[in-house]
């Protein structure tokens, strides 16, 4: 069997042997995403690949950095028939995972600074076994982040072109007319993610993915070690101090009420059960 292989300045090279003996489905984890990264899979990838799953983070302030461009993403979404998108705040794995047969751990992100710039380092692992627990790993995790669809990364790729445009205007001004539309234009892009990342049902039903995801993973856990966890993973959803009202719907500081709501919604459903303090799952995820 094919040993494990480190990575340091040329692990964009394994990279693209990855991506160009993927055959079925590529999958990719990077929380910084530019259109040289894109560009590098499309030059690479097998004509033939028709799946990709990318989960990332389109946060604004990667927008307004200029480390993440939706339009890249826009760009594969265009090139590749069949991209599963997902947006999750503070992503920080870097994986990338061809055929759930070979896999790239990696301190790189698919930026330009990662592929070229920057010395990564990252591990290549051939193993198979190792690499489907890999797989599923970042699947259970990415389903916790908000599915993206073309349509949507559009009117996103919009926004996000403001705010950038806004970004740059406000940083080479001290006005205040200036300051106060960047902060619009933020805000505008923030509403449009939690829209998102609620396109799928209420909080609630959020979080009660999360709780047995974590239930799963770190066996049974009282709500006070649930609420950290859960305020980890969904930053975006989990304001202590500001009760935002977008399209109707009230976001913020009520948080822990839709967790309760979550655990109940999955107790009615038999998934968990409270033993003492703790909750856990009543089967095997």
């Given at each position: 069997m094919e040993q494990c292989l480190l990575l340091s300045t040329d692990w964009k090279d394994a990279l693209a042997e990855l991506v160009a003996r993927t055959r079925s489905h590529l999958?990719?984890?990077?929380?910084?995403?530019?259109?040289?990264?894109?560009?590098f899979i499309m030059d690479n990838r097998d004509p033939c690949l028709d799946s990709v799953t990318f989960v990332t983070d389109l946060s604004p302030t990667n927008?307004?950095?200029?480390?993440?461009?939706p339009n890249a993403l826009a760009s594969l979404m265009s090139g590749v028939p069949n991209v599963i998108l997902r947006h999750l705040p503070r992503l920080h794995a870097k994986v990338y995972v061809s055929d759930a047969r070979c896999a790239i751990i990696t301190?790189?992100?698919?930026?330009?600074?990662?592929?070229?710039?920057n010395y990564e380092y990252g591990v290549k692992i051939p193993d198979p076994?190792?690499?489907?627990?890999?797989?599923?790993?970042?699947?259970?995790?990415s389903e916790l982040g908000a599915l993206v669809a073309k349509e949507s990364?559009?009117?996103y790729c919009e926004i996000a072109d403001r705010v950038r445009?806004?970004?740059?205007?406000?940083?080479?001004?001290?006005?205040?007319?200036?300051?106060?539309?960047f902060e619009k234009q933020l805000a505008a892009a923030q509403d449009q993610l939690l829209r998102l990342r609620l396109a799928e049902g209420p909080m609630h039903t959020v979080f009660a993915k999360t709780i047995v995801y974590?239930?799963?993973?770190?066996?049974?856990?009282?709500?006070?070690?649930?609420?950290?966890r859960i305020k980890a993973i969904h930053p975006d959803l989990c304001d202590d101090t500001i009760?935002?009202?977008?399209?109707?719907?009230?976001?913020?500081?009520?948080?822990?009420?839709?967790?309760?709501?979550?655990?109940?919604?999955?107790?009615?459903?038999?998934?968990?059960?409270?033993?003492?303090?703790?909750?856990?799952?009543?089967?095997?995820?």
């Amino acid at each position: 069997m094919e040993q494990c292989l480190l990575l340091s300045t040329d692990w964009k090279d394994a990279l693209a042997e990855l991506v160009a003996r993927t055959r079925s489905h590529l999958m990719i984890s990077s929380p910084y995403v530019t259109g040289d990264g894109i560009a590098f899979i499309m030059d690479n990838r097998d004509p033939c690949l028709d799946s990709v799953t990318f989960v990332t983070d389109l946060s604004p302030t990667n927008i307004c950095d200029g480390a993440t461009d939706p339009n890249a993403l826009a760009s594969l979404m265009s090139g590749v028939p069949n991209v599963i998108l997902r947006h999750l705040p503070r992503l920080h794995a870097k994986v990338y995972v061809s055929d759930a047969r070979c896999a790239i751990i990696t301190s790189a992100n698919l930026t330009s600074g990662g592929l070229q710039r920057n010395y990564e380092y990252g591990v290549k692992i051939p193993d198979p076994m190792v690499v489907a627990s890999i797989s599923q790993d970042i699947s259970r995790y990415s389903e916790l982040g908000a599915l993206v669809a073309k349509e949507s990364l559009q009117v996103y790729c919009e926004i996000a072109d403001r705010v950038r445009a806004t970004y740059q205007r406000q940083r080479n001004s001290v006005t205040r007319s200036l300051r106060s539309e960047f902060e619009k234009q933020l805000a505008a892009a923030q509403d449009q993610l939690l829209r998102l990342r609620l396109a799928e049902g209420p909080m609630h039903t959020v979080f009660a993915k999360t709780i047995v995801y974590l239930l799963a993973r770190y066996g049974p856990l009282s709500t006070d070690q649930l609420h950290p966890r859960i305020k980890a993973i969904h930053p975006d959803l989990c304001d202590d101090t500001i009760d935002r009202v977008i399209d109707g719907k009230s976001y913020g500081k009520k948080w822990k009420h839709a967790v309760r709501s979550a655990q109940q919604q999955l107790k009615k459903k038999g998934l968990v059960i409270l033993e003492g303090e703790r909750w856990t799952l009543t089967m095997h995820v």
